[in-house]
């Protein structure tokens, strides 16, 4: 499904939707240890003293259920956030009693307070069938990976632009040597005669040294 802020889709393990609400399963196969909270952005899971954090996947239900909100234009509280961990995994945490290893049509079947009219479930049952009987599954899971990678891998930042210093006006970036000792020369402006107003390259070491370079002007 498209995701409620639009950056790209968001995909739903498993959905059940009776009268009783919609319970939104995330399913999750892992093994050893998991530590988490109910608000931690980030899970662990341990085996043999090697971690691997995970997304809290209350949270990342949550954008699911969102999406779902959006698409089927019911009321978040007729929603159920449920976490199954398949897999041989120890919870070695509290967490609450929606994250469960086992016993997970027995706790969906606890909740008997009709929540949606019929008409209501059939809506929803008509507008999640299309989405359930796409002929391009493959193609669409594709996509949605390569989604998830690039939000969780954002290509990295090209680094601020150094400003560079303006150059004065009339003077090149790597001034000419003197002809007589080669030291670096500097740029006047000739104050009298023929090329008065004019600039030219004079020797650094005036008046030690009074070599000059072309009196004609220097180009911008």
């Known amino acids: 499904m498209p995701r409620p802020d639009g950056k790209g889709t968001a995909q739903v393990d498993h959905l059940v939707v009776s009268r009783f609400g919609l319970f939104v399963i995330e399913t999750k196969n892992y093994k050893g240890w998991v530590f988490g909270g109910e ?22 239900n949550a954008l699911h259920i969102n999406a779902l909100v959006k698409l089927l234009e019911l009321d978040k509280s007729a929603f159920h956030n449920l976490i199954f961990f398949i897999g041989n995994c120890t919870f070695k945490t509290d967490l609450p009693a929606n994250v469960m290893t086992r016993g997970l049509i027995r706790f969906i079947k606890k909740h008997q307070s009709a ?6 479930v059939q809506s929803c ?34 680094p601020p632009a150094i400003p560079v210093a303006p150059q004065t006006q009339g003077t090149n970036t790597s001034p000419p040597s003197c002809p007589k000792c080669a030291q670096p020369m ?11 107003g004019n600039r030219f390259w004079g020797c650094a070491q005036f008046p030690k040294c009074r070599g000059t370079g072309s009196f004609a002007p220097i180009k911008n």
């Open 115 to 120: 929540l949606l009219t019929a008409d209501e």
């Open 186 to 196: 500097v740029e006047h402006i000739a104050n009298k005669g023929t090329h008065a």
């Open 125 to 158: 049952l008509s507008t999640l069938e299309p989405l359930a009987t796409i002929d391009n599954k493959r193609v669409v899971a594709k996509n949605h990976v390569q989604q998830l990678r690039k939000r969780q891998n954002p290509a990295p930042k090209a």
């Open 39 to 60: 608000k931690q952005r980030q899970w662990t899971q341990l085996i043999y003293k090697v971690k691997h954090k995970f997304q809290n996947p209350l949270h990342q």
